[in-house]
């Protein structure tokens, strides 16, 4: 089992960055793939970008491809997401997950963080 903390978010304007971190809790981070979704008010969440647990293999999805970068640092425990040029569009509650395998269904992700909020001004 893992436990994850997200951190990083906040207010940003338009076309500006963030960087978003995900701490792990086990020492076996490195045993999972990791995914990061987002939810904005009314909407179901939605994929954002997921990693193998190397680091070898990465998706994103559309709208954030070329903007947002995922990576992470095993030896930290820890996941990262970079987000430039963004967009009020981008605003949501922005989770951690964790899962075996890679997948960009976030229903197929047994572990969860609680959630960073990420606003983005126009």
């Known amino acids: 089992q893992v436990q994850l903390v997200e951190s990083g978010g906040g207010l940003v304007q338009a076309g500006g960055s963030l960087r978003l971190s995900c701490a792990g809790s086990?020492?076996?981070?490195?045993?999972?793939?990791m995914g990061w979704f987002r939810q904005a008010p009314g909407k179901e969440r939605g994929f954002v970008a997921y990693?193998?647990?190397?680091?070898?293999?990465?998706r994103y999805a559309d709208s954030v491809k070329g903007r947002f970068t995922i990576s992470r640092d095993n030896a930290k425990n820890t996941m990262y997401l970079q987000m430039n040029s963004l967009k009020p569009e981008d605003t949501a509650v922005y989770y951690c997950?964790?899962?075996?395998?890679?997948?960009?269904?976030?229903?197929?992700?047994?572990?969860w963080g609680q959630g960073t909020q990420v606003t983005v001004s126009s």
């Open positions: 997950a964790a899962n075996e395998r890679t997948s960009s269904a976030y229903a197929e992700y047994d572990y």
């Open positions: 086990a020492r076996t981070f490195s045993g999972y793939a």
């Open positions: 990693i193998s647990r190397s680091g070898s293999n990465t």
